[in-house]
């Protein structure tokens, strides 16, 4: 079954805890959280003490999204903070491997990011040692942006990497996605996708869920 991640980046921030909670009731299988720290990415957006309130507000696990230049001096206060999947980005780290090693010794997964413009075979000497590949389709900084169509090739080509080696790397894809994409995506060979604005900028969650599944079924 795909799964779908609304992304809190575009969730209300006067009343975060109420919109989480607002996403589990609807169906969410998990929450996206986007960490821009103003270098790696032009944005800044949300750090570990923001993580550590919102834990109390949901049982769903957090999938931590680190746009973050050097992400090993931050990865314990995540882990901390309640973070269940921690992702950092393939380009923002010279030692991928220590780093992907490290989060998995703290029991927590480990998924390695790639941007639009990083080919998938650089991921070829750490995928076995990953939980996830996140794929992004935009590139990473802002919500609302639109789907990068390049980006289902290089899904494609990420499905057949994981099911050669006979993998079980989950594949997650990040930026503009909609209900009206969400299936070309998941036929692609993703399995979780992240949804930000088309999620959080509508009137009914549930019924955005509701119709994610209905397009979903096989
Ligand atoms: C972009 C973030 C995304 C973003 C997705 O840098 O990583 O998670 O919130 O937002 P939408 O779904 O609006 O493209
Ligand atoms: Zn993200």
Known sequence: MVMIAPSILSADFTRLGDEIRKAEEAGADMIHIDVMDGHFVPNISIGQEVVKGIRKATRLPFDVHLMIEDPDRYLSDFVDAGADIITVHLEATPHLHRTVQWIRESGKKAGVSINPATPVWSLENIISEADLVLVMSVNPGFGGQGFIPQSIDKIRTLKRMVSERGLD???????????????????????????????FNSEDYSEVVRRFRVENQA
């Open 169 to 199: 790397t989950m594949i997650e894809v990040d930026g503009g996605i909609k209900i009206s994409n969400a299936r070309e995506v998941a036929d692609a060979g993703a399995d979780i996708l992240v949804m930000g604005s088309a999620f």
